[in-house]
């Protein structure tokens, strides 16, 4: 019983599993992104598409009400039947997958192009890959305690990069709502990839040591993840104008450069070796998830024959990785694929949420 | 028991093996690397431009490189590249060198005149897209041949762009300039819209290296240059908190310094006819030296603030009228306050509506400090 219980997350654990599944790579491009169509805005479309992040946190706390121990898998045989269910769980794990590669393979874009130009990109995969079925060997305790410290580490990079707050012009994001609502909400849409991940709160909830504070918890993690995120953006339009966010396809590297720090050459270098960690532990978070969904589906209970599964999932990982290529070519495929993934993301959980809030009513009546 | 033991072995040797492979694996991705000794690091480069008979452009890029010899005895040299685009110079160069190039860890990036008049976007470009750039490195444009500049002999310096990047950094401390002379910063005015983008402009005078004037840019060609008294007054109405000095001078006996550092507002109104802009200028600053008034009191120190007031907004008018008609510039960035009021990407050429519009200035000149006394 108490083994058990130490295995449960606690809440500041909770939060920063639940920011790092969505904090990645995604961050580093996300300025880009967004301006491209929403422009000197992209700050408040940002902020606008946090509402995918919110949404999902509303659902996990309405989940747990109704059902604190079963998690979206199992609710979904339960509710679609064994086929239907099994085939959306799967489909639900795939993302976590593509997301994974995703992760990976713009981890290795960064570091190719800005720090490590010798390595090819094989070797970058095989480490980062390792290092995330690695985590998942030695289990969820010690994840979120990675995440526990990026989550950390990101907060103090990104107020260390404030300090464009000196140079740059804040008449670069005026005029506020400039570039009309319909250009704003496109480029809102734009910011999902970055949320993507919020959807592994759904699958997390039974996990938590305290489920009467799951609202408190998913609130905060999506409140910390926007904040962040539209700070960077503010930040990258502040100092750079939205036209040479738009050239560069790292804005948030380039926007290092503006701080000077004492004895440091290029805050660049200190900064990536930072995110590292951070997306390393992205990487371990979908790596999770995907073992997780596919441990559930195949009714999976010896550690033994997880190993079989984590061990399993690193060429499949790495061949996903190859194929997305370079930044512009990954980036195009991102672009075709996530749209869709979310809108699967968005039918599916809704769906599970329409039918208990049905399969409650009819429950309600016949005790009545 | 035994087995067990066995098992052990196993997973150790295991082990053993599969970290020797994971080390071999990623040792020889580094094989062709060298250790930064073995690089040419170069202090500064300069980007020239001109043409051969034909009439085609040629790149012809010099490095000053650090040459290394002994302990602490270091000498300069330049390698010069030639190509028809920036980047096939590196291949010309490397035919002169012993060692490769290290592009990035320069402080100094020289442009010729020829080439900004030519237009600065293609090497940008090529600028923009090294990873290894120093992106805080400074950038100026010098009279005649680069490589004249970098082979230039400062005494008690290894090479010239060391000299250089001081003059430039404390340029800031007296003159009015700006700090913003670096290469990111020239990404950023090349391409919002609204913003021009000056550099400092020096040649090699008979006092040796020298800043001469402001390079005045439109679009990322150099149409014109101001001088460094000029200049001074356009900084003035063009950035934000600078330093240097102003005087009066009635004649050679009668005169006062002030040293002050300068804020700046731009207020923008749409009118019927255009735009009209003022620019308030408030300098806060202490009297240096003052043999103009015998006592200083307080209705002194009122008439002395209003004097240079009057004095700098005078000039500074004086530098409109010269950008609006002269010019047909808008070196002041007012576009970019326009811009932001009033809505962006409406396609309106802001050099020539700024050459159109009202422009009033206001100076506010306050002192804070008179010194320990007057002699």
């Not at chain 1, 740059?168 to 506020?176: K, Q």
């Not at chain 1, 938590?208 to 009467?212: A, V």
């Not at chain 1, 450069?257 to 290029?266: K, T, V």
């Not at chain 2, 009033?342 to 050429?349: M, S």
């Given at each position: 019983m108490d083994k058990s219980k130490y295995h449960l997350l606690s809440d500041s654990e909770a939060v920063s599993i639940l920011a790092g599944l969505m904090i990645g790579v995604g961050f580093l491009a996300l300025p880009n992104q967004v301006a491209?169509?929403?422009?000197?805005?992209a700050g408040i479309a940002t902020i606008i598409g946090g509402l995918y992040p919110l949404y999902f946190a509303m659902l996990s706390i309405y989940y747990c009400k109704k059902?604190?121990?079963?998690?979206i898998l199992k609710l979904s045989k339960r509710y679609l039947g064994n086929i239907v269910g099994v085939i959306c769980n799967i489909l639900f794990m795939v993302q976590f997958l593509i997301y994974l590669a995703a992760g990976a393979n713009g981890y290795k874009n960064v570091l190719i192009t800005?720090?490590?130009?010798?390595?090819?990109p094989m070797r970058v995969f095989i480490i980062v890959i390792s290092i995330g079925a690695y985590v998942n060997f030695v289990g969820l305790k010690p994840l979120a305690r990675i995440n526990k410290i990026a989550l950390f580490l990101t907060v103090i990079v990104t107020s260390i990069l404030s300090m464009s707050l000196i140079r740059?012009?804040?008449?670069?994001?005026?005029?506020?709502f400039g570039t009309g609502i319909t250009k704003i909400i496109k480029g809102s849409l734009e910011s999902a990839y970055a949320y993507s991940?919020?959807?592994g709160v759904l699958l997390l909830y039974p996990l938590?040591?305290?489920?009467?504070k799951i609202a408190a918890i998913s609130l905060k993690a999506t409140a910390l993840v926007i904040g962040v995120y539209s700070w960077i953006v503010f930040m990258s339009i502040y100092y750079l104008g939205y036209k040479v966010t738009v050239k560069t396809l790292w804005p948030v590297l380039l926007v290092t450069?503006?701080?000077?720090?004492?004895?440091?050459?290029?805050f660049r270098l200190v900064f990536i070796l930072f995110w590292s960690l951070n997306v390393l532990k992205l990487v371990a978070n979908e790596y999770y998830a995907v073992v997780y969904i596919i441990q559930d589906t195949l009714k999976i209970k010896k550690s033994k024959h997880r190993n079989i599964i984590i061990l399993g999932v690193i060429p499949i990982a790495i061949y996903l990785c190859l194929k997305l290529g370079e930044e512009v070519q990954r980036r195009e495929i991102l672009n075709y694929i996530v749209p869709k993934i979310i809108l699967f993301n968005i039918i599916y959980a809704s769906v599970i949420a329409i039918f208990i809030f049905i399969n409650d009513k009819i429950n309600k009546k016949s005790i009545g | 028991m035994k087995q067990i033991k066995n098992m052990k072995n196993i997973r150790k040797i295991f082990l053993i093996c599969a970290c020797l492979i994971i080390y071999v694996y990623y040792a020889a991705a580094m094989l062709d690397e060298k250790p930064i000794e073995e690089y040419d690091i170069s202090s500064g480069f300069g980007v020239d431009l001109y043409r051969d008979g034909a009439g085609t452009v040629k790149y012809s890029i010099p490095f000053s490189i650090l040459v290394f010899k002994g302990e602490n005895r270091q000498y300069s040299m330049i390698k010069t590249g030639e190509a028809p685009t920036g980047a096939e110079t590196r291949q010309n160069r490397q035919l002169k060198t012993d060692k490769q190039f290290l592009i990035g860890s320069q402080k100094i990036m020289l442009f010729s005149e020829s080439l900004v008049r030519y237009g600065l976007k293609y090497n940008a470009d090529i600028q923009f897209n090294n990873?290894?750039?120093?992106?805080r490195g400074i950038i100026l444009v010098c009279e005649g041949r680069t490589e004249d500049i970098l082979r230039y002999k400062v005494k008690?310096?290894?090479?010239s762009p060391e000299y250089i990047e001081g003059m430039i950094k404390n340029s800031m401390a007296n003159d009015f300039f700006s700090r913003e002379y670096t290469i990111l910063n020239m990404y950023v005015r090349l391409d919002t819209e609204g913003r021009n983008l000056v550099l400092p402009y020096m040649k090699i005078s008979d006092k040796g290296l020298e800043i001469t004037g402001l390079a005045l840019f439109k679009g990322d060609k150099m149409v014109n240059k101001v001088d460094v008294e000029e200049g001074k007054f356009m900084n003035m109405m063009r950035d934000d908190d600078l330093i240097g000095y102003l005087s009066i001078q009635k004649n050679s006996d009668e005169f006062m310094n002030f040293y002050g550092n300068t804020k700046k507002r731009v207020k923008c109104n749409k009118v019927k006819e255009g735009y009209e802009f003022e620019i308030i200028i408030d300098i806060k600053g202490d009297v240096?030296?003052?043999?103009?008034?015998k006592e200083f009191n307080g209705k002194t120190k009122k008439e002395l603030e209003e004097t240079l007031s009057k004095d700098v907004e005078k000039k500074c008018s004086e530098f409109v009228n010269k950008m609006q008609?002269?010019?047909?510039?808008d070196c002041l960035e007012l576009g970019m306050y326009a811009v932001a009021k009033?809505?962006?990407?409406?396609?309106?050429?802001w050099n020539e509506v700024v050459s159109n519009s009202v422009i009033k200035v206001k100076a506010n000149v306050k002192v804070d400090k008179v010194g320990r006394g007057a002699y």
């Open positions: 491209k169509d929403a422009k000197n805005d059902h604190p121990n079963e998690d800005y720090a490590t130009q010798f390595l090819s740059g012009r804040y008449l670069n994001l005026l005029p506020i991940g919020m959807e938590m040591k305290n489920k009467d450069e503006s701080a000077d720090l004492p004895f440091i050459n290029s | 990873t290894k750039i120093n992106d008690g310096y290894a090479s240096i030296a003052n043999t103009l008034y008609n002269e010019y047909k510039l009033y809505g962006r990407d409406t396609g309106v050429d």
